[in-house]
Nanobody, 124 residues
Framework: QVQLVESGGGLVQAGGSLRLSCAAS????????MTWFRQAPGKEREFVAA????????YYADSVKGRFTISRDNAKNTVYLQMNSLKPEDTAVYYC?????????????????WGQGTQVTVSS
């Protein structure tokens, strides 16, 4: 079965950086777009970033554009989220999800597989 395991979360001061990783197994990784979502306490889960199967296309939420970078290494079945200039409002549990398609289409892509999440806390 599909397994997605996130790592790299932690506590960081505002302005700092973290790099999240998501290792995938049980899936033909380079067939699917990969995404990162996050959920803050008391809020709905929100889209953060997506990357196409080859890595050639990326998409970002406006709130993280210019600060976060999504990338993937298909040889390692791993997707990354480099987070720079972190703000307290970035505090959330971050989840990676595998799309059902090779490309991410906003509002038109399903995400059948999810990781367990990793906590990111940004102190002010």
């Amino acid at each position: 079965q599909v397994q997605l395991v996130e790592s790299g979360g932690g506590l960081v001061q505002a302005g700092g950086s973290l790099r999240l990783s998501c290792a995938a197994s049980g899936i033909t990784f380079n067939n699917y777009a990969m995404t990162w979502f996050r959920q803050a306490p008391g809020k709905e889960r929100e889209f953060v970033a997506a990357i196409s199967w080859s890595g050639a296309s990326t998409y970002y939420a406006d709130s993280v554009k210019g600060r976060f970078t999504i990338s993937r290494d298909n040889a390692k079945n791993t997707v990354y989220l480099q987070m720079n200039s972190l703000k307290p409002e970035d505090t959330a549990v971050y989840y990676c999800a595998a799309a059902s398609t090779s490309y991410y289409r906003p509002g038109r892509t399903d995400f059948p597989s999810w990781g367990q999440g990793t906590q990111v806390t940004v102190s002010s």
